[in-house]
């Protein structure tokens, strides 16, 4: 179910453009990807979204209660880039403040939040200064500060920056947690990897506007090129006879190649040399990073 | 309003647990009180034991012991000395504090001698007027007059000044407005330094996006501003406790001064002048990075609403002048001016009226004004704002519907 509709929001700052005529939709129980370089105009896309600017063009419609309308920000949560917490404010005490601004009443604030520091192992933590913490736990606070409320549209700008790889394991379920519990989630993020993993919807914005927008399967099948790789015992020599692959580059036994669009891939594998000596092969759709990384470029290049 | 008694709560329960904050609202009267009752104690026991010497060389060898009489329960002890270099040796090393020349000679044009030690040590009143005494009584008893009963009849008459208008205000009264008049004032502008640190400090704590996606920058400003507005309140209220305890002990019945009309105009002027002067300093503590980088122009701005105290003694002075008037009409000004002015005179009932219009108006546009700054100014990080980038917000509709 559709929770959240922009519709062609455009910004600009002293007569730059920020975002320009982007749309895309948001539903319950599902993550959409929201990628882009840095200054594409994700922050700014973000903070419209979240109420904090207004777009000189175009609306955003909310889905919060059932109904089609303005934006409830009760009914939101936000973990901005930016971030922060009062380095002198008590763990919990904070944790119930921004439920109370999110209009929880104080005592279910309170439970849900001892609750939740319990989940997130910080229940130690309750009651001592937030500069006390180290910096993944004041993450952690900061993540459920953005779900205390129950919210139905949790905006997520850079969960994952500053994390090392356990914590950011932590948080990907976290995540998944979100999406089960039929939250729609609206994650930006520069960890490709992580993004192929967790989102079900991508959209690519470059330079204030679309670039990509769909599932990440349409998005594999719209580049209509595959990523060829091969691992091999024989004359590397041959290699510089294979006729169709572009970018081809060798590592000692290993060797990979972009195969455009026009070339189908069985007759392709036929027509590969026999003194290679193929140990392994693999044709695959090529990664949301190198996608991200062609767009990108692409785009540019274009301009 | 819901956000903004949110946020007044949080701030207020912050600063109230800051020990700072406790120090300076309880500790620091009740230190000033005991101080102003020690002191006086304490100057007393010391100066109590203390006794000054006057060397006399008495040519007329009869005036001495009826001056030594005269001086008997005072601090002064007189020495007799014949050698008037021996008495000055003795002045030097500070045995002496004055050494006084009674000669027929001087006595005949009207005057003594007295030494002391250095130019600016002036002599005692108390001894030239026993001296005086001193050398009538002995002129009346060498005239065959008795002292006790020509004197009374040669006593001097000194006016008494009776202002026969009814009187404005009584010494009380002036002590008890003025303070409270300081009082707010001063409240108004540190509680108003506070709100700019406490604004600066939400910028660089870097929470600022996480409550504006809760609640609108105008929520979030007004929340400040009650908050520590409130704990002003209080500390004021704690403050004027205290120093009217206090002051009691030197003006009594002090408290009458504190009628219902007093403590209401003050207050309406402080809550007013405090919304205006906090707004100003939230809007600047919106536009700066930092608290090191409050710039030459906004120090300059800052120092605004503090300009009445730069010129009290005229605005005391005059209280009814046209320009103090006009002053009163400027919003910046108008609370600071108006308690002072009130303190000092009766201002025509209707002028209170306008001048409050025209701080309830200027509060109005000040935090519309504010809560647009508020809103772009504290989503900037990293950088101050320029005056010229603040007016393009301004005029921006970024902020309209907030």
Not at chain 1, 117 to 132: T, Y
Not at chain 1, 197 to 225: A, M, N, P, Q, W
Request: aromatic content about 8%; glycine content about 8%; charged content about 20%.
């Amino acid at each position: 179910m559709e929770v959240l509709q922009v519709d062609s929001i455009e910004k600009r700052f002293d007569g730059v453009v920020a975002v320009n005529g982007v749309s895309f939709s948001a539903c319950r129980g599902e993550i959409l990807g929201l990628l882009g370089p840095n200054g594409a105009g994700k922050t700014t896309a973000i903070r419209i979204i979240m109420g904090i600017m207004r777009p000189d063009r175009g609306v955003v419609r909310y889905r919060l209660n059932g109904e089609w309308g303005e934006l409830d920000k009760r009914r939101v949560g936000y973990l901005p880039e930016e971030r922060g917490l009062y380095p002198d404010a008590r763990v919990l005490d904070l944790l119930v403040y921004f439920a109370r601004l999110k209009g929880v009443p104080h005592a279910e604030a309170r439970r849900r939040a001892l609750a939740e520091l319990e989940d997130f192992d910080l229940a130690p933590w309750a009651h001592r200064r937030v500069e006390q913490l180290s910096k993944g736990m004041q993450q952690k606070v900061q993540f459920i500060t953005a779900l205390l409320h129950r919210p139905d549209l949790v905006v997520l700008d850079e969960p994952f920056g500053g994390l090392d790889p356990v914590n950011q394991e932590v948080f990907q379920g976290l995540i998944r947690r979100l999406r089960d519990e039929n939250v729609a989630v609206l994650l930006s993020a520069h960890q490709m990897n992580l993004m192929e993993e967790l989102c079900e919807r991508i959209f690519l914005i470059h330079r204030g506007e679309r670039v990509l927008y769909g599932t990440l399967s349409e998005i594999k099948d719209s580049t209509d090129e595959h990523i060829v790789r091969f691992r091999f015992s024989g004359d590397a020599e041959l290699l510089a006879g294979i006729a169709g692959l572009d970018d081809l580059r060798t590592d000692g036994d290993q060797a990979w190649g972009r195969l455009p669009a026009t070339v189908d891939p069985a007759p392709f594998l036929r027509s590969l040399p026999q003194g290679l000596g193929l140990q392994e092969v693999s044709v695959r759709r090529p990664p949301l990073h190198d996608i991200f990384v062609s767009t990108v470029k692409g785009g540019d290049d274009a301009r | 309003m819901h956000g903004s008694l949110q946020v007044a709560a949080w701030e207020f329960r912050k600063t109230i647990r800051n020990r700072a904050v406790l120090v300076s609202t309880f500790l620091f009267p009740l230190l000033l009180v005991a101080l102003s009752v020690l002191v006086p104690v304490l100057v007393e026991r010391i100066g109590a034991d203390r006794t000054y010497e006057i060397g006399v060389v008495d040519e007329t060898q009869f005036i001495l012991p009826v001056l030594e009489n005269e001086l008997a329960d005072t601090v002064y002890r007189l020495r007799a000395r014949d050698d008037l270099e021996a008495a000055e040796e003795e002045l030097l090393a500070g045995e002496l504090v004055g050494v006084l020349i009674i000669s027929e000679e001087g006595l005949a044009h009207g005057a003594a001698e007295y030494w002391v030690r250095r130019a600016e040590d002036s002599p005692p009143d108390t001894v030239a007027r026993a001296l005086t005494k001193a050398v009538q009584e002995t002129r009346l008893e060498a005239a065959g007059l008795d002292p006790e009963e020509v004197l009374p009849l040669t006593a001097d008459v000194s006016l008494l000044t009776q202002p026969r208008a009814a009187p404005e205000r009584t010494v009380g009264d002036l002590a008890v407005s003025m303070g409270l008049a300081f009082l707010l004032v001063l409240a108004t502008l540190i509680i108003g330094g506070v709100v700019m640190n406490s604004v600066i400090a939400e910028k660089t704590s870097r929470t600022v996006e996480i409550i504006l996606s809760s609640i609108s920058p105008r929520e979030l400003l007004l929340g400040k501003v009650l908050g520590y507005g409130v704990l002003g309140i209080l500390q004021v209220m704690v403050w004027a406790a205290v120093g009217l305890v206090a002051a009691t002990r030197f003006l009594p019945g002090i408290w009458t001064a504190l009628t219902p009309a007093v403590v209401a105009t003050a207050l309406a002027y402080f809550v007013l002048g405090y919304l205006f002067v906090s707004s100003m300093y939230a809007l600047l503590g919106a536009v700066l990075r930092d608290l090191q980088s409050s710039s030459q122009v906004v120090s300059w701005i800052a120092i605004i609403p503090a300009v009445p105290l730069f010129i009290l003694s005229f605005i005391i002075q005059f209280p009814d002048a046209g320009w103090v008037r006009a002053m009163a009409h400027i919003p910046p000004f108008t609370a600071a001016t108006m308690l002072f002015r009130t303190a000092v005179t009766d201002v025509p009932v209707w002028e209170i009226l306008s001048t409050l219009a025209v701080l309830a108006l200027a509060d109005y546009l000040l935090v519309r004004l504010a809560a647009k700054v508020f809103q772009v100014g504290m989503l900037m990080y990293g950088k101050s704002a320029t005056p010229r980038e603040v007016w393009r917000w301004l005029r921006h509709r970024e902020g309209a519907r907030s």
